[in-house]
């Protein structure tokens, strides 16, 4: 479904939608959660009265992930409080709080923080402490995510029902690329309640990395919007992309960057570093139909394009022989 | 999707796309009459599909998703895809709706006025509400209440009455054969068929009504009323609420002003027709 991103990079395209057109926008904006960063891009665009009205409603439902998101996070600011060290939000709360364009209308789920290693311990009893709790009891899970994972298992806070995850880098610790946790802590910036978000170079790196070093890609056309998003606030800043260039040198993620450029390029029409971009790889339209592999009815289509971008991820994400391992586990588990 | 069929209740367009065609069908058959989605855009997608890509034929199950889906609902078999369809529709107000407060409460209409009756499953307010309907109110809907948070006025949605159980045979007693759905048998609520709104229902659908009283019916009790408090009905009232929390600062304010300024009852009722009796007579003394 192209039509979703061509109104994203050009309100204007949406001008030849006839009804059922918005209404497989909608659908498909929906199924990518994109729906309420739309409603924000077509606010000043011309439509009928009835796509009018179920944007107005995306809009004040982003309103409220924007509040309710906030809170959460001032929730796990108090109680990581008396422990002195850097919190720092990531993605969705991270733009939101910052007020940033590519907060406008996004969707926010669980809130995602990042703590230095050494200090998980010590937050992970302070937020239980504080009223979250364990979401996965299995032993088997629980003992992978703190031995392989980048962040502890998922907790929920047993009153507000509402999903945090504490990071303390930003890839599976199996991953083939490690990027500097240290320096993205170190370079953070402060906001004025005392939480922070990482430095420009790094948020850009951050989403690069959740986009094609970890994951199937599912999301992918949001998570891709968010770097145009943030390419086109960041990038106008002085020597903005000569620290990007060396900072993915740094943490590991150059050919992952630059892939992220092209795409957010082709799709968005995102202002980019030439340079930095590099030349199109062969793969790069695999990358293209995976990210527009949805239908009008908001359905996932090119499944076999989906299966091989899921075994991928699985592939990145750990050893040929952990991988086995992990893979006979599971289905001993689910049978 | 190769079969679909798209509606306006109340407010709110919907788009059905179905794998088989016989839900559609039915669909077609029972909201007969109803108009398309305002400007041909519809609200909400609902998509009745096969889980797996055999299940369309072999032992055919229906899986309800669409712009909203829960993770762990179970499939239905095809010979409930009316009722999949009606609960795909249920599932996008629930988890989609913002532009209204829901509560899940049934509302019926006379002189301009609404009657707001909620409570749980069983407790009898749809029948209520269906019996009401034919008996000289205008049925607004069985299901969801729309409050709108601007106006502070209900606005309609009547879907088609889903009747369970004993309420089937209490309601094809009084109403012609024609406008009833299949009798579907074993479904996880046990025994269900639809009835369609009668044409009262359907022409007066754009039609908001200021709430003048909330009822808090309770089925196989000896005939009782008892006042019901601002903060106690608040409460109910939430819990009864699908976006309640979603909505935010506009939805407090609404429920706020919903129960100050119109009064609650809890009532019991022992038979349907009691039921009828004690909603007249507490109508009379609201408006009075």
């Known amino acids: 479904m192209r039509a979703l991103a061509d109104a994203m990079r050009e309100p204007a395209t949406t001008a030849t939608l006839d009804a059922e057109g918005w209404t497989s926008l909608f659908a498909a904006a929906r199924a990518e959660q994109m729906i309420g960063s739309l409603a924000f891009r077509l606010e000043a665009q011309p439509m009928p009265a009835a796509a009018a009205r179920i944007l107005a409603d995306a809009r004040a439902s982003a309103e409220q992930w924007r509040r309710s998101a906030l809170w959460e996070a001032e929730m796990a600011r108090r109680a990581l409080a008396q422990l002195d060290l850097p919190v720092v939000l990531m993605k969705g709360t991270a733009y939101a709080a910052a007020g940033m364009d590519a907060g406008a209308g996004r969707s926010i789920g669980d809130l ?46 047993r009153e507000r029902d509402r999903m945090i995850d504490v990071h303390h880098t930003t890839l599976p610790l199996t991953a083939r690329i490690t990027p500097d946790a240290a320096a993205m802590l170190a370079d953070s910036v402060v906001l004025e309640d005392g939480l922070r978000i990482m430095a420009p170079e790094d948020m850009v790196l951050h989403g690069v990395a959740h986009l094609f070093a970890d994951g199937d890609l599912a999301g992918g056309l949001r998570n891709l919007w968010d770097q145009d998003r943030l390419l086109r606030e960041l990038g106008v800043v002085a020597g903005f992309w000569d620290r990007l260039r060396a900072r993915a040198r740094l943490h590991g993620l150059e050919w992952h960057l630059a892939l992220a450029l092209r795409l957010t390029r082709h799709l968005y029409a995102t202002p980019v570093d030439p340079a930095l971009a590099g030349r199109a790889g062969l793969f790069d339209r695999w990358f293209v139909r995976r990210l527009l592999a949805r239908d009008g009815w908001g359905r996932q289509t090119r499944k076999f394009t989906q299966l091989a ?25 689910a049978t | 999707m190769r079969y679909r069929f798209d509606v306006r209740i109340g407010p709110v367009g919907f788009r059905v796309g179905s794998a088989w065609r016989q839900p559609i069908a039915a669909l077609r058959d029972l909201y007969a009459g109803y108009p398309e989605p305002d400007g041909g855009i519809a609200d909400f997608t609902v998509r009745l599909e ?21 993770p762990d609902a179970a499939p239905l078999p095809l010979a ?22 829901l509560l899940h409460a049934s509302v019926v209409e006379r002189d301009g006025w609404a009657l707001l009756m909620t409570g749980h499953s069983g407790a ?17 809907g069985d299901e969801f209440a729309l409050l709108d948070p601007g106006t502070g006025l209900l606005h309609a949605f009547p879907r088609l009455v889903s009747l369970k159980n004993a309420a089937i045979d209490a309601m094809t007693a009084e109403i012609a054969a024609d406008r009833f759905g299949p009798l579907l048998m074993g479904t996880p ?7 369609r709104p009668n044409a009262a229902a359907l022409s007066a659908m754009d039609a908001p009504a200021r709430p003048a009283l909330i009822l808090f019916p309770r089925y196989g009790f000896a005939a009782a009323a ?13 819990q009864a609420s699908t976006n309640y929390v979603a909505m935010g600062e506009p939805a407090f304010d609404a429920l706020s002003v919903l129960v100050r300024d119109v009064p609650g009852r809890a009532i019991d009722y022992p038979d349907t027709e009691g039921a009828v009796a004690l909603v007249e007579r507490l109508w009379t003394e609201a408006l009075a």
Do not use: C
Request: charged share 25%.
């Open chain 2, 189 to 195: 609520k046990g025994a269900i068929r639809h009835l």
């Open chain 1, 309 to 333: 971008f899921y075994i991928r991820s699985h592939w990145l994400r750990m050893p040929p022989a952990m991988l086995a391992r992990h893979l006979w586990t599971k289905w001993r588990k």
């Open chain 2, 124 to 140: 009898g307010k749809s029948t209520l509400a269906a019996l009401l309907g034919e008996r000289g109110w205008r049925f607004m």
């Open chain 2, 80 to 101: 409930q895809g009316l009722l999949a369809a009606e609960m795909g529709m249920n599932l996008q107000m629930a988890l989609g709706q913002r532009r209204y407060l």
């Open chain 2, 50 to 70: 096969p889980e797996r890509p055999w299940r369309r034929y072999l032992r055919p199950s229906v899986a309800i998703h669409g712009d909203f889906t829960l």
């Open chain 1, 112 to 157: 995602d923080i990042m703590v230095p290693r050494e200090a998980l311990k010590a937050a992970e009893t302070a937020l239980i402490a504080a009223g979250w709790e364990w979401v996965k009891p299995d032993p088997y899970d629980d003992a992978y995510y703190r031995d392989h994972m980048h962040e502890l298992p998922p907790l929920i806070h």
């Open chain 2, 226 to 238: 008892r006042p019901v408090g601002a903060s106690e009905a608040f409460v109910r009232l939430t």
